[in-house]
């Protein structure tokens, strides 16, 4: 660290120290207050049946295609390989990998060093 | 910036917490006043939060107010292991990402009004100026630095936030963070010298 960074850092601190905050406007607590309240009072119903609909699908392609997977490995372990055993794996394959290139294309969802 | 020694003494952390824990369970309750009372002690801290991640004022009293819906939908959820205080600003830091990948992080170069509002410290008219672009330069070296370590410095400049918030807030560990504003703070240094020398530099045409 030179004399000009030893300058740089105190002031850096001091700069970052003094940062504004962000105040709330007046009446800001009592309105989202009152928002949370209308909100709990009116469950959507609707939005909680389709998303546990959702859900369920998830759940019961992903157990269809885990099972498929499953017995087309055994298939292919006991050395009876069929062209669809092969596609399934590579379809599972490639949905791991279309799983990781979504993930690394959100660099913000983790920060790390 | 933030430490261990920074933060307010046990006693009065323990009475905030105290306080924060009968907030939360008359909110649970349906008391719309104690819901507004726990939005007023949290807001000014969350919408900093969300402030300092967007760098867009005009868009911070929505997202703040989003945290606290997203907040009370969750309350149930609140298992008291961290404070009341780390778990919304972890919400309100949440909130401030997604907004930050809706806008394809377009925002990172959207100008700072921050330099604009810090004319309370008694300095004289030159001293003032001065001062008010030394502060620009170290805006604008902040502004350049990528999120992973602007976002963990800002936060640390937070005084009511220790590196076990931040944290908790990141989802990372407390060693990480330290790294990471530690990091952040080298790199600042060198982005500091780079617009220094880049402003003298164009000063000298004038």
Redesign the interface.
């Known amino acids: ?1 030179n004399q ?2 030893q300058q ?2 105190p ?3 001091a ?11 007046a009446g ?10 209308l ?2 009072d009116h469950t959507p119903w609707a939005a909680l049946v389709l998303r546990a609909l959702g859900l369920a699908a998830c759940v019961s392609i992903t157990a269809w295609l885990g099972g498929e997977t499953f017995s087309a490995a055994l298939r292919s372990a006991e050395g009876q390989q069929s062209p669809g055993s092969v596609s399934w794996m590579l379809a599972m394959a490639s949905l791991v990998v279309a799983w990781r290139c979504v993930r690394r294309a ?1 660099p ?6 | 910036m933030a430490s261990e020694g920074d933060v307010p003494t046990l006693e009065a952390q323990a009475h905030a917490e105290q306080a924060d824990a009968e907030l939360v369970r008359r909110c649970l309750a349906g008391d719309q006043s104690a819901c507004a009372r726990l939005v007023s002690r949290h807001a000014r801290m969350a919408g900093t939060v969300i402030w300092r991640a967007v760098r867009n004022r005009e868009l911070v009293e929505d997202l703040c107010q989003e945290t606290f819906l997203r907040a009370f939908r969750s309350l149930q959820s609140f298992d008291g292991r961290s404070r009341l205080s780390t778990w919304i600003c972890s919400i309100a830091h949440r909130v401030a990402l997604d907004e930050l990948r809706r806008q394809g992080r377009t925002v990172r170069f959207v100008a700072d009004e921050a330099g604009e509002q810090q004319s309370d410290d008694g300095l004289g008219l030159l001293d003032q100026i001065v001062a008010d672009e030394e502060a620009d330069r170290v805006h604008a070296a902040v502004n350049t630095l990528p999120e992973r370590y602007r976002l963990p410095l800002l936060y640390a400049a937070l005084q009511e936030l220790g590196y076990d918030d931040i944290a908790t807030m990141l989802a990372i560990p407390v060693g990480t963070v330290k790294t990471l504003v530690f990091r952040g703070k080298a790199l600042l240094r060198e982005r500091l010298a780079t617009v220094g020398g880049a402003a003298k530099a164009g000063g000298g045409h004038r």
């Open positions: 660290m000009r960074d740089e850092e002031l850096a601190d700069v970052l120290a003094r940062l504004p905050e962000w105040q709330p406007p800001f607590a009592h309105r989202v207050a009152a928002l949370a309240m909100e709990k959100r913000l969802s983790r920060i790390t060093s």
